[in-house]
């Protein structure tokens, strides 16, 4: 899934290319997997540490379990998608797909898009872990953790929408 674009060395008798193709595209999957580890358990915890003033390492643990359910859907997406043979770029474990019947701007679809039920398990875990600390408002708690989580799908639907690839070829001039 996702290398249809390969498919072309596979017909065209270039098995060498479609061999090298696929284990760069395997590579590509490990280091994405990397980054996305990464991410979520540095990055968010650092956000969080920042605005909670809760210790780092304390919330570098709840963050397990927020990948653990993160990855949970990402199994559930993975499953589906091998069962019917082709993948989407919207997740129907998310508000994507419908945004998509309702609006036309593709940035409001991707940024619902990453609002689904990883995000509020994410929310909830975060949420229950960190409130067992918190003393003083646990709404402005919830807050601040909402808010890390819509500035990230801000981020990524940003992203999403950039035609990033046509900026490459600009600047390596292919």
Known sequence: MGTEGLTYFSV???????????????????????????FHYYIISFCLYVLTDFPFRSISKIQLFVIASILIEKVILFIVFVMVGYTTPLSFLSLGPITSYLVNDSFVIYFLNQITVATVATVVIQYVFLSKWEEESKGILLTKIMIVQLFFALITAAISVIPIKDYLLKVVGL
Do not use: D, K, P, Q
Request: net charge negative.
């Open 12 to 38: 065209s008798n270039m098995y060498e290319e479609f061999v090298v193709s696929r284990y760069l595209s395997t590579l590509g999957a490990a280091i994405e997997g990397m980054l996305f580890f990464l």
